[in-house]
């Protein structure tokens, strides 16, 4: 309740417009076209030929905190750069913000006592960091540590470094926040201070904005207090400039107009192709593999011959969105920009070390619709920023309201699922709100996400085509005029549609730009890249396995077992491959049905698939009741080392089975319960047990 207050006092003073922006000097950024041939080839300052020499950067610009950033889905890069711009704004801090990626550690021994390094760290899947934070991660907690002046762990030589520090994470998982509390432990255990507490923030119980919001302001007073810095009352101020250039038209060869860098800005795309530079992939064949009342899965197998990229059975692939035609037209037009959407603009970041999210120049559609995640949920801190800039006072006080008041804004914008574009039209009745520097969208909703799918094909029978497996998401609520379209899933329901030339191939009014950025995309493309997993079969394949993945969450299953049997086809000695399968009817949902029939065919009796239908009888059956019910089977397979793979709903089903298999354990081997968690424990350790879960 302590927090709820604070929060609310100090929200309430940035509404009296206060609010938190920062000026010049805030952004790391690589110099030049972020988005040239340098950026294709990899990420980051070293790539570029910059330093990765942290306390030379902010020597050199003249800053004295830095705000570091771990960040896979692109969350914490946010609150790293809110948190970067409100230390300025409110506190005249001099900050920058830094991937971890770009920077060597070796000399955070040389770190100025009289600088502040803000740690900003999302746990990523099984405790682990994200792919920025690894090296990181792993230089800090090294056994043996080295640091620029050779001092060891029990010397101190962190002894100069203030820190504060934030995690993202999600309750629902064993590691819980793990990357915050560990590498706050290894700080604090190489001599470095941390003002206040480490703040958490948890994405399973859906509180992460609040978590974040509610953990700032005393963390700003410690700050304050132990740095000796005063608040300052905070006005906006944009990071970017963003100018209109008449002279040239979006048809110029040098504007992007949805282009992700400049070799696909420059005709043919080149290699190497990873997270900062996909392919444009051909989509060789996409299907419905259900389709019932408002719900629908998609099966797509995407092209990968002579792109140069790989995957092995159990990795994840990115699919590139845009957003739906629908959305993009509502947020220009609210904000009066539909007259001017195809104007060309340069978005230039004020400060040097400000780096603009995406490649310019560009027009105003071409950075909305490819560059900018429009749809998701609405931070109740941007709502406060836009507050000042209303069309008049009444909506400026509504929306003060909306940004101070924590349970109204709940009620009136979480609840109600609405997006930014959405939320803005209510507010105004529609009148466009032309008075919002766009800037400060580009600073405040986040760069588009690329999203995974767990690949369900294998890679033993067909290395150039990977299989996706994903459910439609589309959500009513009631409180909301508008029917929540997942960005992704909806934009590969159109390629399907297309592909298959329905007549309408705009199955709910979105109408996506299939074609893509001057068409680069026809002939139904999708733009991809491949993420590697640990997510791995055993490489003996006499080894038994048990797969557990009800619904989508058998993706990779159907993966796995497609390659067992094919090894099982050429001769190979393939163990025993149990498969818990769970959906809601037999007649519905019951993905991949056939082909499950032909897999058995090949591995004979040692496939064996156990099925769960929620909604087929009297009693609700779960795929956690079919487990139990073979409970002695699994029993003996862990026995022999049989490896154990969970995919799909992080939230429930996962956490479940976790503990049913130690209950299991327990049973069957006459131990006690703790005991039983501790081999599960232990299994996981040595990957035995492994889990593939969002
Ligand atoms: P999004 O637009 O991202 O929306 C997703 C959800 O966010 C919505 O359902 C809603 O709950 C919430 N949301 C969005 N906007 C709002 C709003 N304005 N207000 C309130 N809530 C909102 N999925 C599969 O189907 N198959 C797979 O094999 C698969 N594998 C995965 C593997 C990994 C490692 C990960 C991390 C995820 C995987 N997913 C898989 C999930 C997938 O990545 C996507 O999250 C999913 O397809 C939804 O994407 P989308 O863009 O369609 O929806």
Redesign the pocket.
């Known amino acids: 309740a302590q927090l709820d207050t604070l929060d609310i006092i100090v929200l309430a003073a940035l509404l009296v417009g206060t609010v938190a922006y920062f000026t010049k000097g805030t952004y790391w950024a690589v110099y030049g076209d972020p988005y040239g041939n340098s950026l294709a080839n990899g990420n980051g300052a070293a790539k570029a030929g910059k330093s990765r020499n942290i306390i030379e950067k902010l020597e050199e610009t003249d800053k004295n905190c830095v705000v570091f950033y771990g960040s896979q889905t692109g969350t914490a890069e946010d609150y790293a750069s809110r948190l970067a711009k409100e230390g300025h704004s409110r506190f005249g801090l001099n900050t920058i913000v830094a991937d971890l990626e770009d920077y060597d550690y070796e000399n955070l021994d040389k770190f100025p006592d009289d600088k502040l390094a803000v740690f900003v760290l999302a746990t990523y899947g099984e405790g682990e960091p994200t792919d920025n934070a690894v090296e990181f991660y792993e230089f800090l907690g090294s056994d043996d540590v080295s640091f620029s002046d050779g001092q060891s762990v029990d010397d101190k030589p962190l002894s100069n470094l203030k820190y504060v520090a934030f995690g993202l994470g999600n309750n629902t998982y064993e590691h819980y926040n793990s990357m915050v509390r560990n590498v706050d432990t290894y700080l604090t255990k190489l001599g470095a201070t941390r003002l206040g507490s480490a703040g958490e923030g948890d994405d399973g119980a859906g509180t992460m904005e609040e978590d974040f919001l509610a953990w700032k302001e005393p963390m700003w007073a410690d700050v304050a207090e132990k740095m000796g810095l005063e608040e300052r009352e905070a006005v906006y101020e944009a990071v970017f400039e963003i100018t209109e250039k008449p002279d040239l038209s979006a048809e110029d060869d040098t504007v992007y107009v949805g282009e992700p860098n400049k070799n696909h800005l420059e005709g043919s795309q080149k290699g190497p192709f990873n997270a900062n530079n996909p392919f444009i992939a051909p989509i060789d064949e996409s299907k419905e593999l259900f389709t019932v009342k408002n719900r629908n899965c998609l099966h797509m197998e995407i092209d990968i011959a002579g792109s140069n990229l790989s995957y092995t059975t159990g990795d994840?692939i990115a699919v590139w969105?845009t957003n739906a035609g629908k959305e993009v037209d509502r947020f220009l037009s609210i904000l009066g920009l539909n007259p001017k959407r195809h104007t060309v603009i340069a978005v230039k970041g004020l400060d040097p070390t400000a780096k603009v999210p995406f490649p310019s120049p560009t027009t105003y559609d071409a950075a909305v619709r490819y560059h900018m995640e429009i749809?998701?949920?609405v931070s109740r801190q941007l709502v406060s920023t836009i507050a000042p800039f209303a069309p008049n006072d009444q909506i400026k006080a509504e929306m003060t309201k909306l940004g101070s008041e924590k349970d109204y804004f709940q009620e009136k914008v979480t609840h109600r699922?609405?997006?930014l574009a959405q939320l803005l039209e209510i507010e105004s009745n529609g009148e466009a709100w032309s008075k919002v520097p766009f800037s400060l969208f580009i600073e405040g909703l986040v760069k588009i996400q690329p999203?995974?799918?767990?690949i369900?094909s294998s890679s033993y029978v067909q290395k150039d085509k990977i299989a996706?497996?994903?459910?439609v998401?589309s959500?009513e609520n009631p409180g909301n005029p508008h029917v929540?379209k997942?960005?992704?899933?909806?934009y590969l329901l159109a390629l399907k549609q297309k592909q298959h030339g329905d007549p309408s191939p705009d199955p709910h009014g979105l109408n996506y730009a299939i074609t893509g950025p001057r068409n680069k995309y026809d002939g139904i493309h999708v733009p991809v890249h491949v993420r590697h997993s640990n997510f791995k079969l055993p490489s003996d394949p006499s080894k038994p396995i048990i797969m557990i993945g009800p619904g989508?969450g058998v993706?990779p299953f159907r993966g796995f077992v497609q390659e067992r049997a094919a090894q099982a086809k050429a001769g190979q000695n393939v163990g025993k491959t149990v498969l818990f399968f769970g959906c809601r009817k037999k007649s519905e949902d019951f993905i991949y049905q056939d082909e499950w029939d032909q897999y058995k065919e090949a591995l004979g009796d040692n496939f064996v698939m156990h099925t769960a239908f929620s909604r087929d009888g009297p009693n609700k059956v779960y795929v956690q009741h079919q487990i139990e019910e073979s409970a002695d089977e699994i029993n003996k397979l862990l026995e022999q080392k049989a490896y154990i793979y969970v995919c799909g709903d992080a939230a429930n089903m996962a956490r479940e089975v976790n503990t049913i298999l130690g209950k299991i354990i327990a049973k069957h081997r006459n131990v006690p319960e703790t005991k039983g968690e501790e081999i599960v424990k232990a299994m996981r350790a040595s990957n035995q047990y492994q889990e593939?879960v969002?």
Do not use: F, K, M
């Open positions: 994840h969105p749809c998701a949920p699922n609405l997006n999203r995974y799918y767990s369900s996706i497996t994903a459910v998401e959500i929540l997942g960005v992704t899933t909806n989508t993706a593939d969002w």
